[in-house]
């Protein structure tokens, strides 16, 4: 595989390009275009704590809030009976689909950042993410 071929929806290769693929003698990793955690030598850069605990909170109150305030969308278009027209039908599916994102992509997310970008979901989810 060299590096013009390579597709980053190859899942048993995200994230680890070797130089010996494109050409040259040495078994250095390539670090992936978005991933912030490798310098340019391709070590390791250890990322600071705070920055975890902000990623989690962050992800944590999107989560929430993204659940709790569609919860509410669904309750009240479905009980209050004065409601029940077609813009709000539309704001109800669209406040479904938002909580599918959420409950797939918002997890994917922060364990993507704790995974330091390595996918451990398998093929399916690799497919479809």
């Not at 030598?41 to 929430?64: D, E, K, S």
């Not at 209050?80 to 409950?103: E, H, I, K, Q, W």
Request: aromatic content about 14%; proline content about 4%.
């Amino acid at each position: 595989m060299n590096l013009l071929s390579y597709n980053h929806q190859d899942c048993e290769s995200f994230g680890e390009i070797l130089i010996s693929d494109v050409g040259m003698d040495n078994k250095t990793m390539i670090p992936p275009l978005s991933n912030s955690s490798y310098n340019t030598t391709g070590a390791v850069v250890q990322v600071p704590t705070y920055i975890y605990v902000y990623m989690t909170a962050i992800n944590l109150l999107v989560f929430v809030v993204g659940v709790v305030g569609n919860i509410l969308v669904v309750v009240v278009v479905c009980s209050v009976r004065g409601m029940r027209n077609p813009t709000n039908y539309f704001l109800l599916t669209l406040s479904v689909a938002d909580m599918f994102v959420l409950f797939i992509c918002q997890p994917v997310a922060i364990m993507e950042f704790y995974n330091k970008e390595r996918w451990y979901l398998g093929e399916f989810m690799c497919e479809y993410y």
